[in-house]
């Protein structure tokens, strides 16, 4: 009677090895810890906190990102996100350079997460002149005059995300953006 337990204790053992070697690999949420189709109720629950502003097409949150202040803001349709935002909290004192940092930081996460960009260059010029202009020069002066900003997007099967740096009216921009692809159905 042991060796009958103990043969079937090994069989139960063995075949929990193997469906534990045999799981999917686990693909990335669509945005932080939020999916498309989440309901207000299960965004709030992903972001783990009160949200600060709410109404029936958009929620409001302050979280952080790679150790830095953010704002997240979230569009519904239909109780179902489709899109969100995540704009970096430009502190006192914090500088451009700091927010090149961070740029380039989240850009090597999100390379982690999604795979490589669309496009492998993401400094943006506004015009080929400008680009013999200040090409030379350090990042931090032709961002400055607002003539380069970075961006890059990544398309997923479900998902197009846009990371940009910018300068405007006085203001540093740093921004994630995503949106939810919809698949076309057959009729």
Same mark, same amino acid.
């Given at each position: 009677?042991?060796?009958?337990?103990?043969?079937?204790?090994?069989?139960?053992?063995s075949?929990?090895?193997?469906?534990?070697g045999?799981?999917?690999?686990?693909?990335?949420h669509?945005f932080?810890?939020?999916?498309w189709?989440?309901?207000q109720?299960?965004?709030m629950?992903?972001?783990?906190?009160?949200?600060?502003?709410?109404?029936?097409s958009?929620?409001?949150f302050a979280?952080?990102?790679?150790?830095?202040?953010?704002?997240?803001?979230?569009e519904f #349709?239909?109780?179902k996100v489709?899109?969100?935002?995540?704009?970096?909290?430009? =502190?006192? @004192?914090? %500088? *451009?350079s700091?927010c090149?940092e961070?740029?380039?930081s989240?850009?090597?996460?999100l390379?982690?997460?999604?795979?490589e960009p669309?496009?492998?260059d993401?400094?943006?010029?506004?015009?080929e002149?400008?680009?013999?202009?200040?090409?030379?020069?350090?990042?931090?002066?032709p961002?400055?005059?607002?003539?380069?900003?970075?961006?890059?997007?990544?398309?997923? #099967?479900?998902?197009?995300?846009?990371l940009?740096?910018?300068?405007?009216?006085? =203001?540093? @921009?740093? %921004? *994630?953006?995503?949106?939810?692809i919809?698949?076309?159905?057959?009729?």
């Amino acid at each position: 009677m042991k060796r009958i337990i103990s043969f079937l204790l090994l069989i139960v053992l063995s075949l929990s090895f193997v469906s534990c070697g045999e799981q999917e690999e686990e693909k990335p949420h669509d945005f932080r810890n939020v999916d498309w189709g989440m309901s207000q109720k299960k965004v709030m629950a992903a972001e783990g906190t009160e949200y600060l502003y709410a109404d029936d097409s958009l929620m409001y949150f302050a979280g952080e990102m790679l150790g830095q202040p953010v704002e997240l803001y979230y569009e519904f #349709e239909d109780d179902k996100v489709f899109s969100a935002e995540c704009k970096y909290v430009i =502190q006192e @004192g914090m %500088i *451009l350079s700091d927010c090149m940092e961070n740029y380039l930081s989240l850009r090597e996460q999100l390379i982690q997460l999604y795979g490589e960009p669309n496009e492998d260059d993401y400094h943006v010029w506004k015009s080929e002149e400008d680009r013999e202009t200040y090409g030379q020069d350090k990042e931090q002066i032709p961002i400055y005059y607002q003539v380069l900003m970075y961006y890059n997007s990544w398309q997923t #099967e479900t998902c197009f995300m846009e990371l940009s740096l910018d300068y405007n009216n006085l =203001q540093i @921009g740093l %921004i *994630l953006r995503a949106s939810e692809i919809v698949q076309e159905t057959e009729e």
